[in-house]
């Protein structure tokens, strides 16, 4: 089955104590994005690739980092969260022509507390 | 800079009525623009785009609509089913970036 999986899929965590969400895809997609989503502020992105090695920066990347050693793969890290990260997170993937990246495919969220 | 703005936050419709969702937006070079779906606890899923070129696009009860003068476009749903009940997100691309309005949340009412 064709599917992008996070995990954790809940995370309680305090202040600065560093963390990775993971994401993988299966549809051998080059473009990757994550994506957080707070109440009154719809979805923003955070960062996106858009292959091996090529990584770009968001809307709002303050705070996080990425890396995409391998195409499944794109893990979003947090090295010291604040509790301004408290937030829920969406990974997608998609291919990368010019209209088949508009169709991204979704996690079904990370939803992550900072304390 | 709200680039693509959806102006109301919720929508009430009797079921079996059209669902008509708006949004606008700022920046004249978006080259294409979507409506993505999401339910609660569920990650958002791809609904039906348009390109900047065209001024319709249909894909069954859905009906994406572009006004480029106006900058704004809207998605028609019907007749409106209750399945239909979701947070709906516009989004516009232009090269590797893709930009979400805040959503509308849709209730359709039995």
């Known amino acids: 089955e064709a599917q992008v999986t996070q995990n954790p899929r809940y995370l309680i965590t305090v202040t600065g104590k560093k963390l990775t969400v993971t994401c993988s895809q299966n549809?051998?997609?080059?473009?990757m994005s994550w994506y957080r989503q707070d109440p009154g502020l719809g979805l923003r992105q955070i960062y996106y690739?858009?292959?091996?090695?090529?990584?770009d920066k968001g809307d709002v990347p303050e705070g996080y980092k990425v890396s995409r050693k391998e195409k499944r793969n794109f893990p979003l890290i947090l090295e010291s969260p604040s509790p301004n990260q408290t937030s829920l997170y969406f990974c997608a993937s998609s291919l990368s022509t010019a209209l088949a990246k508009n169709i991204q495919y979704f996690g079904a969220g990370t939803r992550l507390s900072v304390l | 800079d709200q680039q693509v703005k959806q102006n109301s936050p919720s929508l009430s419709v009797q079921e079996g009525r059209i669902s008509i969702l708006n949004c606008d937006y700022t920046?004249?070079?978006?080259?294409?623009f979507l409506w993505y779906k999401k339910y609660p606890a569920e990650g958002p899923t791809f609904l039906i785009s348009?390109?900047?070129?065209?001024d319709k696009n249909e894909d069954g009860r859905f009906t994406v609509f572009l006004n480029k003068s106006a900058k704004h476009l809207s998605l028609h749903i019907v007749p409106s089913q209750p399945g239909d009940s979701a947070v709906y997100f516009c989004a516009a691309s232009r090269d590797d970036k893709i930009i979400f309005g805040k959503g509308t949340r849709l209730h359709i009412l039995p």
């Open positions: 549809m051998n997609h080059e473009y």
């Open positions: 348009i390109s900047s070129i065209k």
């Open positions: 920046n004249s070079m978006f080259d294409y």
């Open positions: 690739s858009m292959n091996v090695e090529v990584t």
